[in-house]
Each structure stands twice: as C-alpha cells, then as structure tokens.
C-alpha cells in the first residue's frame, strides 16, 4: 500500500504546483483535489488488485514459474520443480488435503496447447533429495513432477528440453475427483514420512472407507498425491501399481515403500520388463486378490480400524490401454460401461471412477 499512498501524494503535488485552483474558491479547489486523488486512488487500487490477484495461480489466468530443479531419472522420466515468480499465499495443500485429487495444466506456447500434470507435495534439495512438505508448508508455492517423455509427444519432451530458470505458465487447479469429506475430521498423522513414530489413528470421529487404486506408468502420481499430502487419506488402500520397471519411479519408489511399510498402502505390483511379473502373465492370481466392492454406508461415527481392506471404491487411473484392461474404455466426454477385470468382479459405474 505504500506505493498507493505515494501516488495520492504526488497527484496533490501536482495540483498545486500547476496552480489549478489558485484564482478559484478554496472550496471548488478543494472539491477538484479530492475528486482527482479519489480517482487516482481507485484506479491505483484496481491496478494494485488485478496485478496482485494474477500472481496467484488460478484457473481464469496464466500465472508465470520458473524451472528451479530437474531431476533427470532415466531417459523417459523426470522430475521437475517449478517455483512461481511470485510467493503464493494460498497453501494448496492444506486446502485440497487428500479430499481432492487436482492438476495444472501448462502451456506450450509455440503450439497453443496446455496440458495436465498432477503436482507432489515435495521438494527437490540440493543434493537432489527429495523431501516431502511438511504440515502448513507450501514453499512459496512451488510445485513438483513426475513427468513421462514420449517419442511423438509434445509438450512433456519440451519440457524435459527447458534449461534451469526458464520461465513457463501455468492455470489452474483442477479437481479431477473429489471425495466426501467431514470439515471437523481430525487430520491423519504422517510423521513416518520424516522417520518418526506416527501418533495413533484412532481418534478419528468418523469411520474412514476403503479404496482400491489401479494405476499404470505415470498414473502413480494420483495416488502418492493423496497419501502424501497434508492430511492424507484415512482409509486402506488396495494399489495395483503396473509399470515397465519400479527403477522408472527414481526417488519416488523410496517414498512408495514407506508408505508400504507404514500400512497406508497394500501394494501388489507388476513390472512388465520381466514376462512372468507383468499385469497380464498374472492375470489370474490378480483377479482373486482383488476384492468385490463393499456397501458405502455414509457418514458414520468411529467405530475401529478394520484390518481387513473393504474397498468401497476403485478409482483408474493410466494410459488407455491400461484404463481398458482394468475397467473398460474411457471415453472423452464419458466414462463408459465398466467392463474389464473389475467389471468382472461386480464392479459397476457406481463405484469405479476412470481418471484419464
Ligand atoms: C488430469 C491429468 C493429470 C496428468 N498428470 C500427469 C503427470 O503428472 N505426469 C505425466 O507424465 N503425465 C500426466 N498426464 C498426461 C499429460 O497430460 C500428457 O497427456 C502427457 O504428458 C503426453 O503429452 P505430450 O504432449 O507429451 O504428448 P502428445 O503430443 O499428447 O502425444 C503424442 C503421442 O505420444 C504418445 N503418448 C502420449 N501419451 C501417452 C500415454 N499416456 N501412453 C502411451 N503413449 C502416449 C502417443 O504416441 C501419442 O500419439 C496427466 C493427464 C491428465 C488428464
């Protein structure tokens, strides 16, 4: 606001030294003044909104980052941190919490198109560690990757190319699925993530539900965002996680056993490098490991934590092919019938959600 008064200040300067008013009345003089400064104040205070507004990130508008780390994996995958311009106020970690699994897109600007990446809730240090933001912290907004080149692809090999510092914009977030969610709900402990003892999770004051997550490749991102976050999900999740090789998840395999190790997560995965491990040569033993889907019975007091995984929703979420094997096709505009291995389980379109 100082610059603001500044300008309020410099406008009756003026004034005075033209000597607008000095053969008028004080009081038309007066009038003049005050109008001219209000003016010159509400425009000031428009412009001081409208710059200030378009450095936070927002779905209306681009807002500008730079490239702050690359972490080069193997020749396909990255990770890849970008830092805005401009501090962002809003903690989109507190306010999206593992309720809602959100992306940005990012704009190729040769070619006009955006397209969507899913932010992590890490940093990248120095020595090219990778560390999980802890409760309240956004590091002024800066958000991380886990990225996949393709061949013929766009903008993911463009942005593998960018150099450290280049600057690139970004809009957003978008909610891409959204669970029920109690405001007065107790946050999940998550101090395993930094090596210390998680505090006991039954202080919860609602029954937490299940889930089944099926993710190919790069569609890991969705789930390590939810069980990363600030105030992570708080129910079992079932993950059916299928990839060429774990090696392609770099520091993040790391951050996916602690989540193994702390029960946050029952991991089954298949790596299709090595016939006899990938998702199709185990097909059958996959099929009787996945369990039917229970009853979502609502908001209800705390009772226990179950230890028996009852999954009251399977969310999908990888490239086409893999979303068709496991569900049936994804369409642009719709989600399709469930077909495949869940539909063949008694999964149906109330309880699958294909995420593209
Ligand atoms: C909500 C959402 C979140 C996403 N989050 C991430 C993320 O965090 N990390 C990430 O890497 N991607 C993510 N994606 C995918 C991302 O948006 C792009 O589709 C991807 O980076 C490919 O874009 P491109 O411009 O490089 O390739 P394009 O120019 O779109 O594709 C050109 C060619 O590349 C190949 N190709 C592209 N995508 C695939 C694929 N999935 N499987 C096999 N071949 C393919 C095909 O040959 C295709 O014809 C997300 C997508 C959505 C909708």
């Known amino acids: 606001m100082k610059w603001l008064t500044a300008g309020v200040r410099r406008a009756s300067t003026k004034a005075s030294t033209h000597g607008i008013s000095t053969n008028k009345t004080p009081l038309i003089r007066n009038i003049l003044l005050a109008s001219g400064s209000a003016a010159i104040a509400t425009l000031s205070w428009k412009y001081y909104q409208i710059n200030d507004s378009q450095t936070e990130l927002s779905r209306e508008y681009f807002t500008k980052y730079h490239i702050s780390k690359k972490y080069a994996i193997d020749q396909n995958h990255f990770l890849v941190q970008l830092t805005p311009l401009k ?59 886990y990225i996949k080149q393709y061949t013929q692809g766009e903008v993911a090999r463009w942005i593998n190319r960018l150099p450290l510092g280049h600057v690139v914009e970004l809009r957003g977030p978008f909610v891409e699925y959204e669970f029920p969610e109690n405001v007065d709900e107790v946050k999940r402990d998550r101090s395993f993530l930094w090596g210390n003892q998680d505090n006991a999770n039954s202080n919860f004051k609602y029954q937490p539900f299940d889930i089944l997550f099926f993710t190919g490749g790069t569609g890991i991102v969705t789930l390590l965002q939810m069980t990363l976050t600030e105030s992570p999900f708080r129910g079992k999740i079932g993950v059916y996680h299928s990839c060429r090789s774990l090696s392609e998840l770099g520091p993040l395999h790391a951050l996916l056993t602690k989540l193994e190790d702390n029960k946050r997560i029952e991991l089954r995965i298949n790596e299709s490098k090595e016939k006899y491990t990938s998702f199709r040569s185990n097909a059958t033993a996959l099929l009787k490991s996945i369990p039917p889907p229970y009853p979502y019975n609502g908001t209800e007091p705390f009772k226990t934590v179950n230890s028996k995984l009852e999954p009251v929703q399977a969310l999908v979420c990888g490239p086409d092919g893999f979303i068709s094997t496991v569900s049936g096709p994804i369409y642009d505009t719709t989600q399709g019938p469930i077909k495949g291995i869940l539909g063949s389980l008694g999964w149906n379109n109330a309880n699958v959600y294909k995420l593209s």
């Open 87 to 145: 501090p962002q106020r809003v903690n989109l970690w507190k306010e999206m919490n593992s309720s809602k699994l959100w992306s940005v897109e990012v704009m190729q600007p040769q070619i006009m198109v955006v397209r969507n990446y899913t932010p992590l809730p890490l940093k990248i240090d120095d020595n090219n560690s990778v560390e999980v933001l802890r409760d309240g912290e956004n590091a002024d907004g800066t958000l991380t990757f």
